[in-house]
């Protein structure tokens, strides 16, 4: 290091601090510690002041490879490199050691130790690698074989008979066929066949399937040849089979996994279809709904008109459900989180859906009383309850059967069946269930792989999504789902969500749109939807506010420095063309930090709140909402609330 100043060898001081690698400096002559950093005081705690043989090697005189000799006297200004397995803690180190000035004048030892130990590991497991390889080249077990000129067993080698099994004497006079998987039997005596009419050379790249004595399959892939005499006449084969069970194996698996990986990315490709379009439906639904209310509300009692308008509001719900089906399958569904019940869930379900049930199948209920919080929408778990309860009613179908809805609380998943599993579900103490298990006609293997599949249906007619839509559900609520199922034997679902150490939620009551607010305010409302724009307007006008509207992100800023004097709130949409709405935000903030925002999307909060994880909390309302909840948030944000 030289001559240095204090400052100077403060700031080394502070480097080496913050080196992750044990550093410390002895003095040669005494061995004396005088300086460890951190790194090397959380592995060898204190050691300064310690002789370093004794701090680090539990001697009681100076080590035998100490490196003072390396570094001092005419290799003074070289620096030395070891690799050292420490007696302590038994991992190895790569020691550099060089001699540097210490603030007092004197030349001292400094010396780093790099861990190299997963170096290490990793090198002798590829010297252990490359001895097995090396004994398997010295001793393949390969089959090694001769026959006869009518296919019996005349030799088989020693690494042949360990691969089979067999004695020798339970091969040897014994046709080849005897051994070949009956399933395989045709492709090798047709091979066979085939090379005796063409003569010399035999079957070469040949894969099948020999039989063990223990009745497992041996992949071989088989290379050999005939000898004939002067007149043609086969004489014997010889031929090696080499032994290709686990290369099959492993392709077998790699094509499960390359189907596995194909099917996740379809479905997360669906997923992102399916919430865009959901986004779009739920702007459009926006409009409709929005305009309906207003109608509603303008019409009189006696309005022929307003049978046909409820009619179109009823239909926009259960649109805007199906919107939320196509954002739950997307992942993109929890829209309004709470604690619930969810024994209270089925309960409060159970005359919907014996209502909607055939005739003919039984419901029956074991619901645990006083179950532990799950953290959920209620709306989507109410979702989940009625696909699981409406798929076992189709799989029951037109005969009489039975469906078994339960719930309880359970400390672990189940070992088998489990088909999807978030996290927070592998992860979590305890899980409250729900399992319906139907009496129906069951599934085989092939139909469960394709169940969560949106356009997969067992239905003539169908879409295939409610399933699709619960797989979405639980995965988006750190839950879990399990399949259990057998041909004519019915199907058990089971839904595992975490429990949470919270008093469960009390349910809100329904909000009134009042006629007419206190006090006039101006909001400004920003949507590049021009049905939506003009739905908000009239819904905000309804109840007294003074509405201005902006199209997209930069006429809504001119607007709001025109009128920031005036303008008491904003309802801004999130996804809007060129200018975002947290774009926007941003740039609302810098004209007015105080600046009051309502955020509005077709996604869910949780996805905004992905969008927006640089800025803080905001007002947020997902499309489409009435008339009454646009009117709350509203009048929460202008009060501070």
Known sequence: MGDRTDGEHSQILSIFESIDEPIYVTDPVTSDVLYANQACRREFGEVTGKKCFEAFQDLDRPCPACTNDLIFGENLGKTHHREILHPKNRRWYRGIARAIRWPDGRMVRYEMGIDITDLKLVEAALQE??????SLVENVPDIIYSLDHEGRLTSVSEGGIALLGYTKDQLIGHHFSEFVSPDDLDLTLGAFKTALRNGRQGPRGLTFRLMRRDGGP???SLNSNMVFDENGTFLEEHGVARDITAQKEAEEERQRYEAQFLHTQKLESLGVLAGGIAHDFNNLLMGILGNVEIALKLLPADSMARKHLVNIKQVSRRAADLAGQMLAYSGRGQREVKHVDMSDIVREMTHLLEVSMSKKVTLEFDLEDDLPAVEA??????QVVMNLITNASEAVGDTAGTIVISTCIVVRLPDEGVVCLAEEARNTGSLVRLQVTDTGHG????????IFDPFFTTKFTGRGLGLAAVHGIILKHGGALAVASQLGRGTTFQVYLPTVDAPVDEEEQSLEVPSRPERRQTILVVDDEESVRAAVRHMLEFVGYTVITASEG?????????????????????????MSGGEVLHELREINPDVKVLLSS???VSDVAKQLKDEESVAFIQKPYRMSQLHEKVRRLLEGS
């Open 129 to 134: 690698s490359e001895r097995r390889y090396r």
């Open 218 to 220: 041996l992949w071989v």
């Open 377 to 382: 929408d209620p709306s989507q778990l109410r």
């Open 443 to 450: 599934m085989d293997e092939a139909t469960i792989g394709r």
């Open 554 to 578: 930069a006429e809504a800023l001119r607007l709001y420095r025109e009128h920031a004097a005036k303008i008491s709130a904003v309802v801004l949409d999130l996804t809007m063309p060129r």
């Open 602 to 604: 077709g996604y869910d």
